[in-house]
Protein backbone atom coordinates (compact mmCIF):
# COMPACT_ATOMS: atom_id res chain seq x y z
CA UNK A 1 0.00 0.00 0.00
CA UNK A 2 1.41 3.57 -0.91
CA UNK A 3 -0.10 4.98 1.56
CA UNK A 4 1.69 3.05 4.44
CA UNK A 5 5.14 3.21 2.57
CA UNK A 6 4.65 7.32 2.71
CA UNK A 7 3.54 6.95 5.91
CA UNK A 8 6.23 5.25 7.64
CA UNK A 9 8.59 6.83 5.73
CA UNK A 10 7.62 10.44 7.23
CA UNK A 11 7.86 9.07 10.98
CA UNK A 12 11.11 6.67 9.97
CA UNK A 13 12.48 10.19 8.81
CA UNK A 14 11.82 12.63 12.00
CA UNK A 15 12.46 9.77 14.17
CA UNK A 16 16.02 9.45 12.13
CA UNK A 17 16.58 13.11 12.89
CA UNK A 18 15.09 13.17 16.58
CA UNK A 19 17.48 10.41 17.35
CA UNK A 20 20.47 11.95 15.55
CA UNK A 21 19.93 15.43 16.99
CA UNK A 22 17.92 16.17 20.26
CA UNK A 23 18.91 15.31 23.72
CA UNK A 24 16.78 12.74 25.74
CA UNK A 25 17.95 14.52 28.73
CA UNK A 26 15.09 17.03 28.76
CA UNK A 27 11.33 16.11 29.78
CA UNK A 28 9.76 18.22 26.62
CA UNK A 29 11.93 15.98 24.32
CA UNK A 30 11.11 12.94 25.53
CA UNK A 31 7.36 13.54 25.86
CA UNK A 32 7.57 14.54 22.31
CA UNK A 33 9.27 11.10 21.34
CA UNK A 34 6.96 9.28 23.22
CA UNK A 35 3.93 11.56 21.40
CA UNK A 36 5.72 10.51 17.89
CA UNK A 37 6.37 6.50 19.12
CA UNK A 38 2.49 6.34 19.97
CA UNK A 39 0.97 7.85 17.00
CA UNK A 40 3.35 5.96 14.75
CA UNK A 41 1.74 2.84 16.05
CA UNK A 42 -2.16 4.04 16.09
CA UNK A 43 -1.77 5.54 12.66
CA UNK A 44 -0.18 2.51 10.43
CA UNK A 45 -2.51 0.16 12.30
CA UNK A 46 -5.70 2.37 10.95
CA UNK A 47 -4.34 1.90 7.55
CA UNK A 48 -4.02 -1.93 8.16
CA UNK A 49 -7.51 -1.78 9.50
CA UNK A 50 -8.56 -0.08 6.41
CA UNK A 51 -7.50 -2.30 4.40
CA UNK A 52 -9.00 -5.14 5.79
CA UNK A 53 -12.03 -3.45 5.77
CA UNK A 54 -12.60 -2.70 9.49
CA UNK A 55 -14.31 0.51 9.67
CA UNK A 56 -15.85 0.74 13.39
CA UNK A 57 -12.20 0.33 14.71
CA UNK A 58 -10.34 2.76 12.36
CA UNK A 59 -12.83 5.40 13.53
CA UNK A 60 -12.33 4.41 17.28
CA UNK A 61 -8.29 4.91 16.82
CA UNK A 62 -8.90 7.94 14.62
CA UNK A 63 -10.89 9.34 17.13
CA UNK A 64 -8.43 8.80 20.06
CA UNK A 65 -5.64 10.16 17.82
CA UNK A 66 -7.58 13.46 16.92
CA UNK A 67 -8.31 13.78 20.83
CA UNK A 68 -4.64 13.24 21.44
CA UNK A 69 -3.39 16.01 19.19
CA UNK A 70 -5.65 18.27 20.03
CA UNK A 71 -3.99 18.27 23.53
CA UNK A 72 -0.50 18.03 22.12
CA UNK A 73 -1.41 21.12 19.70
CA UNK A 74 -2.51 23.05 22.79
CA UNK A 75 0.98 21.87 24.71
CA UNK A 76 3.20 22.85 21.49
CA UNK A 77 1.30 26.06 21.12
CA UNK A 78 2.25 26.18 17.36
CA UNK A 79 -0.01 28.92 16.84
CA UNK A 80 0.99 31.14 19.43
CA UNK A 81 3.44 33.21 17.43
CA UNK A 82 3.89 34.97 20.70
CA UNK A 83 5.59 32.84 22.64
CA UNK A 84 8.84 34.17 23.68
CA UNK A 85 10.60 31.03 25.47
CA UNK A 86 9.00 27.99 24.04
CA UNK A 87 10.77 25.89 25.59
CA UNK A 88 9.78 26.73 28.79
CA UNK A 89 6.08 27.46 27.89
CA UNK A 90 5.42 23.86 26.45
CA UNK A 91 7.18 22.41 29.55
CA UNK A 92 4.87 24.04 31.65
CA UNK A 93 1.96 22.89 29.71
CA UNK A 94 3.15 19.21 29.39
CA UNK A 95 3.04 19.38 33.84
CA UNK A 96 -0.22 21.02 33.40
CA UNK A 97 -1.31 17.72 30.92
CA UNK A 98 0.30 15.65 33.42
CA UNK A 99 -1.71 16.92 36.59
CA UNK A 100 -5.04 16.65 34.67
CA UNK A 101 -4.44 12.92 34.10
CA UNK A 102 -3.30 12.50 37.12
CA UNK A 103 -6.18 14.11 39.12
CA UNK A 104 -8.53 12.61 36.62
CA UNK A 105 -7.24 8.98 37.46
CA UNK A 106 -7.63 9.60 41.30
CA UNK A 107 -11.46 10.54 40.57
CA UNK A 108 -11.81 7.21 38.64
CA UNK A 109 -9.72 4.65 41.32
CA UNK A 110 -11.97 6.22 44.40
CA UNK A 111 -14.84 4.35 42.90
CA UNK A 112 -13.33 1.12 43.75
CA UNK A 113 -12.21 1.84 47.34
CA UNK A 114 -14.83 0.20 48.82
CA UNK A 115 -14.52 -3.12 45.99
CA UNK A 116 -15.31 -6.36 47.84
CA UNK A 117 -12.29 -8.21 46.42
CA UNK A 118 -9.83 -7.71 49.48
CA UNK A 119 -6.52 -8.30 46.88
CA UNK A 120 -7.94 -6.35 44.28
CA UNK A 121 -9.03 -3.42 47.15
CA UNK A 122 -5.56 -3.43 48.35
CA UNK A 123 -4.08 -2.87 44.74
CA UNK A 124 -6.74 0.16 44.18
CA UNK A 125 -5.39 1.66 47.82
CA UNK A 126 -1.64 1.22 47.04
CA UNK A 127 -2.76 2.90 43.72
CA UNK A 128 -4.57 5.70 45.06
CA UNK A 129 -1.49 6.26 47.39
CA UNK A 130 1.05 6.24 44.81
CA UNK A 131 -1.47 9.04 42.45
CA UNK A 132 -1.52 11.57 46.13
CA UNK A 133 2.08 11.56 46.20
CA UNK A 134 2.55 12.09 42.82
CA UNK A 135 -0.26 14.77 42.68
CA UNK A 136 1.99 17.00 45.38
CA UNK A 137 4.58 17.21 42.96
CA UNK A 138 2.81 19.39 41.26
CA UNK A 139 0.59 21.02 43.96
CA UNK A 140 0.51 24.55 42.58
CA UNK A 141 -0.06 23.71 39.11
CA UNK A 142 -2.88 24.74 37.45
CA UNK A 143 -3.94 21.66 35.62
CA UNK A 144 -5.09 21.61 32.02
CA UNK A 145 -8.59 21.84 31.42
CA UNK A 146 -10.24 18.63 32.29
CA UNK A 147 -13.25 19.14 30.09
CA UNK A 148 -12.54 18.75 25.88
CA UNK A 149 -14.81 21.53 25.03
CA UNK A 150 -13.08 23.94 27.52
CA UNK A 151 -9.94 22.90 26.26
CA UNK A 152 -10.83 23.95 22.31
CA UNK A 153 -11.56 27.39 24.39
CA UNK A 154 -7.91 28.06 24.75
CA UNK A 155 -7.06 27.10 21.19
CA UNK A 156 -7.87 28.86 17.53
CA UNK A 157 -11.04 29.19 16.63
CA UNK A 158 -11.10 26.78 14.00
CA UNK A 159 -11.14 24.15 16.55
CA UNK A 160 -13.98 24.71 18.03
CA UNK A 161 -15.83 25.86 14.56
CA UNK A 162 -14.45 23.17 12.70
CA UNK A 163 -11.94 20.56 13.98
CA UNK A 164 -14.27 19.27 17.02
CA UNK A 165 -17.58 19.08 14.67
CA UNK A 166 -15.93 17.53 11.48
CA UNK A 167 -13.16 15.11 13.54
CA UNK A 168 -14.14 14.25 17.01
CA UNK A 169 -17.77 14.45 17.14
CA UNK A 170 -17.84 12.55 13.82
CA UNK A 171 -16.04 9.85 15.50
CA UNK A 172 -17.50 9.35 18.78
CA UNK A 173 -19.97 6.59 17.94
CA UNK A 174 -17.06 4.63 18.01
CA UNK A 175 -16.08 4.96 21.08
CA UNK A 176 -18.93 5.24 22.77
CA UNK A 177 -21.37 2.18 21.41
CA UNK A 178 -24.55 2.73 22.45
CA UNK A 179 -28.19 2.04 20.80
CA UNK A 180 -27.57 4.63 18.52
CA UNK A 181 -24.42 3.07 17.17
CA UNK A 182 -26.31 0.03 17.03
CA UNK A 183 -29.18 1.49 15.08
CA UNK A 184 -27.04 2.20 12.10
CA UNK A 185 -26.18 -1.11 11.59
CA UNK A 186 -29.30 -2.98 11.76
CA UNK A 187 -32.36 -0.92 10.34
CA UNK A 188 -35.95 -1.36 9.93
CA UNK A 189 -37.32 0.25 6.19
CA UNK A 190 -40.92 -0.67 6.86
CA UNK A 191 -41.24 -4.33 6.04
CA UNK A 192 -37.85 -5.09 5.79
CA UNK A 193 -34.85 -5.04 7.69
CA UNK A 194 -31.02 -4.25 6.54
CA UNK A 195 -28.31 -4.49 8.42
CA UNK A 196 -24.88 -3.88 7.85
CA UNK A 197 -21.50 -5.51 9.31
CA UNK A 198 -19.50 -2.12 9.47
CA UNK A 199 -20.04 1.31 9.40
CA UNK A 200 -20.96 2.75 6.17
CA UNK A 201 -18.34 5.62 6.25
CA UNK A 202 -16.29 5.97 2.94
CA UNK A 203 -12.85 4.46 3.15
CA UNK A 204 -11.16 6.96 1.24
CA UNK A 205 -12.13 9.47 3.36
CA UNK A 206 -11.08 7.43 6.76
CA UNK A 207 -8.19 6.95 4.83
CA UNK A 208 -7.73 11.11 4.61
CA UNK A 209 -7.89 11.36 8.18
CA UNK A 210 -5.61 8.90 9.02
CA UNK A 211 -2.73 10.65 6.65
CA UNK A 212 -4.00 13.80 8.18
CA UNK A 213 -3.21 12.69 11.73
CA UNK A 214 0.13 11.41 10.73
CA UNK A 215 1.30 14.32 8.91
CA UNK A 216 0.08 16.50 11.69
CA UNK A 217 1.94 14.79 14.22
CA UNK A 218 4.75 14.70 12.62
CA UNK A 219 4.49 18.29 11.32
CA UNK A 220 4.06 19.53 14.97
CA UNK A 221 7.28 18.05 16.35
CA UNK A 222 9.24 18.86 13.13
CA UNK A 223 8.08 22.75 13.37
CA UNK A 224 8.68 22.54 17.01
CA UNK A 225 12.59 22.01 15.58
CA UNK A 226 12.90 23.89 13.05
CA UNK A 227 13.12 20.90 11.01
CA UNK A 228 11.94 21.60 7.23
CA UNK A 229 8.08 20.21 6.53
CA UNK A 230 7.83 21.52 2.84
CA UNK A 231 8.65 17.69 1.23
CA UNK A 232 6.56 15.95 3.30
CA UNK A 233 3.37 18.59 3.02
CA UNK A 234 4.03 18.08 -0.93
CA UNK A 235 3.79 14.27 -0.55
CA UNK A 236 0.71 14.58 1.62
CA UNK A 237 -1.34 16.96 -1.03
CA UNK A 238 -0.27 14.30 -3.80
CA UNK A 239 -2.00 11.15 -1.33
CA UNK A 240 -5.09 13.45 -0.42
CA UNK A 241 -5.61 14.28 -4.33
CA UNK A 242 -5.41 10.20 -5.44
CA UNK A 243 -8.13 9.41 -2.41
CA UNK A 244 -10.23 12.69 -4.00
CA UNK A 245 -12.70 11.58 -6.52
CA UNK A 246 -11.94 13.12 -9.87
CA UNK A 247 -14.66 16.17 -11.35
CA UNK A 248 -16.42 15.25 -14.27
Not at 96 to 103: D, E, F
Not at 122 to 140: G, I, P, W
Request: hydrophobic share 35%; charged share 30%; net charge positive.
Amino acid sequence: MEIYKVINKWFEETLSKFIKDVSPEYPVNRFLLSSLLALKKYSLASLILIKNDHKMPTKALLRTMIEFLTKLTWCLGIHEKQIKNRVKTVEMRRKRWWKATVLHRINEIKNWTNVSDRLLRRQVESELHQLMEMKTQYEDIEPMPLKFFKLLNELPEEYRNDVYPRLYLKYNDAIHLDDATLGLLVRKEGENITYYEDSQDSSDELLKQVVYCALMINNWVRTYYGWDTKQMRQEHENLIKKLSPKET
